[in-house]
């Protein structure tokens, strides 16, 4: 059964940097595999921000996020780490990580409906403010 597990998030001033971390565990070839990071913040629906391959070959990012996060794979830790540098209040929500079989689906199409992944982390809040 697959897993994941957040780790990290916190506050932070505009401007700033912060780094999540997602644990996976439960398969047995990550390449199969695709792997998001979605946020929702209050009234708002979910969405994807940043998702990539389990072969790390293909990431997608939001557009409101490229060029300011970036999301890697640690074979070792068996961990997706989402770095996010020049954060803005906007930024702020509860971030998810998620993890399901791409059979065949495009990484960038999978960010873009969070209802294609099955397994969710239980979130961490960011909060970016002055």
């Known amino acids: 059964q697959l897993h994941a597990v957040e780790s990290g998030g916190g506050s932070v001033q505009p401007g700033g940097s912060l780094s999540l971390s997602c644990l996976v565990s439960g398969f047995t070839v990550l390449d199969y595999y695709a792997i998001g990071w979605f946020r929702q913040a209050p009234g708002k629906e979910r969405e994807g921000v940043a998702c990539?391959?389990?072969?790390?070959?293909?990431?997608h990012y939001a557009d409101s996020v490229s060029g300011r996060f970036t999301i890697a794979i640690d074979n070792d830790k068996n961990t997706v780490d989402l770095q996010m540098n020049s954060l803005q209040p906007e930024d702020t929500a509860v971030y998810y990580c998620?993890?399901?079989?791409?059979?065949?689906?495009?990484?960038?199409?999978?960010?873009?409906?969070?209802?294609?992944?099955?397994?969710w982390g239980q979130g961490t809040q960011v909060t970016v403010s002055s």
């Open positions: 998620a993890v399901d079989l791409m059979l065949g689906a495009a990484v960038q199409d999978m960010c873009n409906t969070p209802g294609d992944f099955t397994s």
């Open positions: 990539i391959s389990g072969n790390g070959r293909t990431a």
